[in-house]
């Protein structure tokens, strides 16, 4: 790639400042991406690492999965905690890549050792989902954990079902409730639905409603079909209503 960092590029490009950088990608795109391009080049591995989340979210550039992990890649190896993280998650998805489960694991450690949540988080489902390793439940329970107590909102609901069944750690109901409020103040899909139930359990549906129109809208497709089978059958017509308003996001609308 080579090629030197243009003098008249904007300092945030020669520092990147994260925050300028992100208001020049909305007040003047092109030349965001010039600069974001002339820095990644110059080997700024910050810059790397915007350029390939860019890349892969299809914003500003085209999306790009060889070219994103191409980035993340470089910056990984220069020692950006955040592209360890998600070259780890190009391996574990096959974005841009082969999927290799062991190298993914390889990644989300070297990450994990800067004390990157989004890493511990993502290594702790590999050891749960036995991901290129043997499960191993009690490494995810204190994955989770570590990475709950850095403030990780879906760390947290995952930490709650722990306390909740009983899994690694005895039942404690309040825990689990407790995390499952502060997954969903913190805005988790997962910690919403999971709080709402709680509020649903104890009778206070309408509390547990706008919970739950807001996690839609955040969930995956894959997530919201058993969401939607969980509310059709009950009495509440608040929590059916959100079912049937599931069922129609998800049935596809003939042409007008």
Same mark, same amino acid.
């Given at each position: 790639?080579?090629?030197?960092?243009?003098?008249?590029?904007?300092?945030?490009?020669?520092?990147?400042?994260?925050?300028?950088?992100?208001?020049?990608?909305?007040?003047?795109?092109? !030349? @965001?991406?010039?600069?974001? =391009?002339? #820095? *990644?080049?110059?080997?700024? &591995?910050? +810059?790397?690492?915007? /350029? $390939? %989340?860019?890349?892969?979210?299809?914003?500003?550039?085209?999306?790009?999965?060889?070219?994103?992990?191409?980035?993340?890649?470089?910056?990984?190896?220069?020692?950006?905690?955040?592209?360890?993280?998600?070259?780890?998650?190009?391996?574990?998805?096959?974005?841009?890549?082969?999927?290799?489960?062991?190298?993914?694991?390889?990644?989300?450690?070297?990450?994990?050792?800067?004390?990157?949540?989004?890493?511990?988080?993502?290594?702790?489902?590999?050891?749960?989902?036995?991901?290129?390793?043997?499960?191993?439940?009690? !490494? @995810?329970?204190?994955?989770? =954990?570590? #990475? *709950?107590?850095?403030?990780? &909102?879906? +760390?947290?609901?995952? /930490? $709650? %079902?722990?306390?909740?069944?009983?899994?690694?750690?005895?039942?404690?109901?309040?825990?689990?409730?407790?995390?499952?409020?502060?997954?969903?103040?913190?805005?988790?899909?997962?910690?919403?639905?999971?709080?709402?139930?709680?509020?649903?359990?104890?009778?206070?549906?309408?509390?547990?409603?706008?919970?739950?129109?807001?996690?839609?809208?955040?969930?995956?497709?894959?997530?919201?079909?058993?969401?939607?089978?969980?509310?059709?059958?009950?009495?509440?017509?608040?929590?059916?209503?959100?079912?049937?308003?599931?069922?129609?996001?998800?049935?596809? =609308?003939?042409? *007008?």
């Amino acid at each position: 790639m080579g090629g030197e960092l243009r003098q008249d590029a904007p300092v945030y490009a020669r520092r990147l400042d994260a925050d300028a950088l992100a208001q020049q990608l909305r007040d003047d795109p092109a !030349a @965001a991406i010039v600069a974001l =391009r002339d #820095a *990644a080049r110059a080997d700024d &591995a910050e +810059a790397q690492a915007w /350029l $390939g %989340q860019l890349h892969l979210d299809g914003n500003v550039v085209p999306r790009d999965a060889a070219e994103a992990h191409y980035w993340f890649q470089r910056a990984a190896h220069a020692g950006v905690p955040m592209a360890m993280n998600m070259l780890g998650r190009c391996c574990e998805n096959g974005w841009g890549v082969a999927v290799d489960f062991p190298l993914a694991a390889v990644w989300y450690r070297r990450a994990a050792a800067h004390n990157l949540d989004w890493a511990i988080y993502n290594l702790a489902h590999m050891h749960w989902n036995g991901r290129g390793m043997a499960a191993d439940r009690v !490494a @995810a329970f204190t994955l989770f =954990r570590r #990475a *709950a107590a850095l403030g990780h &909102a879906r +760390a947290m609901h995952f /930490l $709650g %079902q722990f306390h909740e069944h009983g899994w690694e750690t005895p039942v404690n109901l309040d825990r689990a409730f407790d995390l499952y409020r502060q997954s969903a103040e913190l805005g988790d899909y997962r910690g919403l639905c999971s709080w709402a139930s709680v509020l649903a359990g104890m009778g206070r549906v309408d509390e547990a409603v706008p919970l739950i129109e807001r996690a839609i809208p955040l969930a995956p497709t894959h997530y919201l079909g058993p969401l939607a089978a969980q509310l059709r059958p009950s009495a509440h017509v608040a929590l059916h209503r959100l079912a049937i308003w599931i069922d129609e996001l998800s049935t596809p =609308r003939a042409d *007008a």
